[in-house]
């Protein structure tokens, strides 16, 4: 996030930075770490996360720069202890939501924290909205707060000046007209960035990304807002996916770009975005330097010694692909398919309960069958017909269970689409219910 | 209703004139045969001078041979006496002449009367001819001046409805407003207070209702909210118990190996 709010952006029309950035960039999106699906490692969407989840050593203490809603909240999978800065307040309460120790609303040239306070600065998407003149500040705050030998990894949007205009030579409505896409007042040269790390650090790796891999959203941002030069029957394409294709399309994006990160293939200079690693130390490999993943998945399949437990955040429950992510309502619920399913594990299970809800605009004229289902086996059939929440409880019959491996499926008769046409914020996801609180009773094996 | 004044006053015109037209017969058989009819131009001209000659022929048709003279005096006297001897003494030769003469002018005489009679049936047709024109000219008048009252009628009823039309518009207009203010002074008390009091009782259980159904629905929010709070607690509760036991259990073996040590 920008330092300052002076220059570029009071030249493309902002004033308020903060307020620019919260309309921007906060949203209801639930990125703890107690929600993250291990399949998401795959989605593009975390690829930048991922390069920073693989290269932070376990139980260190980690500072977010830009934070903004809280991207790194998955690093407390790893137990480190996540700090998070950001211009905008909002965005700093969005982090503190999402399972980061600490946030705050500051300025990255001064950062409110002592000396050697952390082993690892990171920030994606932040130094590209930090004016040139401010960037050294930032660096050298950076420097400050990291201890000594620690590294900083930062994810930050380039440009290749032969495309595009320098700031200097755009007029005033084009740099408005640039600058109210996201923000970006300080894009430099991939090379530009690595040689300004230099100043600041004994050691300095970068790699191009982004040139191959992008998402399916940003493949048509880039083309409609800044222009970049994409096939058009390719866009077009794109543009026409739905919610599911989209997924389909960014999981194999991201599937490529992690490959190529694991095959430590060098990209050409793309223009668009660069990972940097600078340390005093000398660095480790680029890429998974601190690769341990076990903590995405489900721990060996094992009950939870308890009464009762909630399957929402527990690493032992395996949500499938009928759940979409989790979104604050509040509270936090999963918004599901016509079909969803998870999977756990449990002795015997005596009774489930649940909280659920649904957004259908015409469910009091058409009520929304619901079925819930365990290891196959029907436990309940209703109607929903009004909104707001419904707390069900569910009792199972003797007999129906057996111990291990338990499967809770929920069915509904339809879904609906909350903005199908909506060129702004278009959702065209299939929605029918909202569900959380998922709890499991049992009996103690 | 103009036309059924139109059509009446027609019948009646028609029937004036047929009353008034003189009888079917032209003729008039009280008139002398041979007085000619006034303003018959050719046809008494010539049974004039058909008359002129009869009276000719009355006078000459016994005297045959002739017992008149173009002389005068004693040569006329003689002569005439000369006739008459010469008469008497040829009357078994010209007998037969007188006889045709006196036949031939009475045939003459009867067929003047003949002509004379149709000359006046003939002039009393045409004066009756005339009067019935001059009948038939006023009934027209009386016709055209009937036609035109009847458009004047019928172009002061249009104007009569127009009135009419406006007179009720305007009626209409001020009855309406009448009755509006008279409804509205003194309906607007009763109908004020039932409609706002049914008005504002509606509103109120509507907006209840919607009060309800918004406070039912946060209640709710928060009940699964406050839930979910306390299913995270709990996890907390439980991570840090598991936490602090795990610690606890490395203590008791550093404890135990420095116990151990020593």
Redesign the interface.
Known sequence: MPSSHDSLYRRAGIEDVAEFYRTKFTSDEVLDARYFRALDRFDIRFARTMWVYDNVRAGASVLDLGCGAGMLALLKRKGVTLVGIDLSAECARAARRNGYDLAAAAELSRLPFPDRSFDYVASLDALGHVEAEEKDAVLAEVRRVLRPGGTTLHGIEAVDRRALKSYEEMTPEELRRFVEVDGHVGLEEEQEHAARFRRFFAHVAWEPRYTLCLSAEEFVKQADRYGLPFEADFVEYLRGLSAAERRAFDMAMGYVFGKISDLHVRLPKGGLYVLVKASDAPLGPFYNEHRDRRALFAPAASAPPADSFCLDRDPRAAFDDGWYEPNLLPPVARWMKRRARVRFRSPRVTSVRLDLTTHMPDVASRPLGLELLLNGAPLASFSLFRHGWLELRADVPEGLTTAGDCELELRATRTWRPRPDDPVSRDDRELSIAVCNLEIFQERG | MVDHEVENTLREIRERVRAAAPPDTAVAPSQPPHAPAAGHGAGFEALARMEANLATTERAWPRLPPVLSYRRGAAARLELWLKRLIKRALHWFTWEQVNFNSAAHHALRDALSALSAHERLLADAFSALLAHERLNAEARAELDSLRRRAEAAAADLARLNALHESLHDSLRAELRAELRAELHDSLRAELYDSLHGSLRAELRAGLGAELRERA??LA??Q???F??LS??A??TA?THDRARRLVEARLERLEKQVMGDG
Do not use: F
């Open positions: 039912e629905r709710e929010e009940r699964v909210c839930r979910q299913l995270e709990t996890e439980v």
